[in-house]
């Protein structure tokens, strides 16, 4: 069946390094979504990608979909604590008009 | 204040019983989900719902049940049949259900007892 993979699954960064998660599906994905879990939270969105090969850009984050719509990324420039939490990438079932949600990856920060 | 309430936030159910979490939205989404999330883990769907009175089975029904009376409520029943309940569930909801983007409630965690 269809699938959403994510990697890595756990990432553990000094505070202000980089961190880029990656996530890739089994089938071309008509959109792909970002959602972030703080820890003991609930996931909020954060962005949707809907052309092949888009970037997109929130502050220090920055988003890629793939020119084949099966792939993903997600970049934190300068990770903070603030960025502490659990990324999701989820993309629409190809036949059953739901999301499907990818593993995630969590991130934690050495101050 | 638009959003998704979810209750109770924690929830103990004893060995045999049935227990009701709630979730209702003011978003005017046809759409509801409900989903299971164990520690250190993704997202699994159990139900989901586009229309009042309609829903479907998603990866992981066995063991739940839901209704869907009102377009605003989808509350979710966790029946003894499910042997594993401990976990955070997660009720969320969209526009409609091609895809888009899903706003999610604050959870309950329910354990056993």
């Known amino acids: 069946g269809q699938q959403v993979m994510q990697i890595p699954q756990y990432q553990h960064v000094q505070e202000g390094e980089d961190f880029t998660t990656y996530c890739n599906s089994s089938t071309t994905l008509s959109n792909i979504q970002w959602y972030k879990q703080r820890p003991g939270g609930h996931p909020v969105f954060l962005i949707q990608l809907v052309k092949s090969g888009e970037v997109k850009k929130q502050k220090r984050l920055t988003f890629q979909f793939g020119e084949a719509k099966k792939n993903s990324s997600l970049h934190i420039t300068a990770t903070q604590t603030t960025d502490v939490g659990t990324y999701f990438c989820?993309?629409?079932?190809?036949?059953?008009?739901?999301?499907?949600f990818g593993s995630g990856t969590r991130l934690s920060i050495r101050p | 204040d638009g959003g998704i309430t979810q209750s109770p936030k924690y929830l103990f159910r004893k060995e045999g019983q049935n227990v009701t979490l709630s979730c209702e939205q003011n978003?005017?989404?046809?759409?509801m989900y409900w989903y299971r999330q164990d520690p250190g883990q993704g997202l699994r769907l159990i139900y989901y719902s586009q229309i009042v009175n309609d829903f479907q089975k998603g990866d992981i029904a066995e063991g739940y049940s839901v209704s869907r009376e009102k377009k605003e409520s989808f509350p979710l029943t966790v029946t003894s049949a499910q042997k594993n309940p401990t976990a955070f569930y997660l009720c969320?909801?969209?526009?409609?259900?091609?895809?888009?983007?899903?706003?999610f409630g604050a959870g309950t965690r329910l354990s056993v007892l």
């Open positions: 989820a993309g629409p079932y190809s036949s059953a008009s739901k999301i499907i």
């Open positions: 969320a909801s969209s526009i409609d259900l091609s895809g888009n983007i899903q706003y």
């Open positions: 978003l005017n989404h046809d759409a």
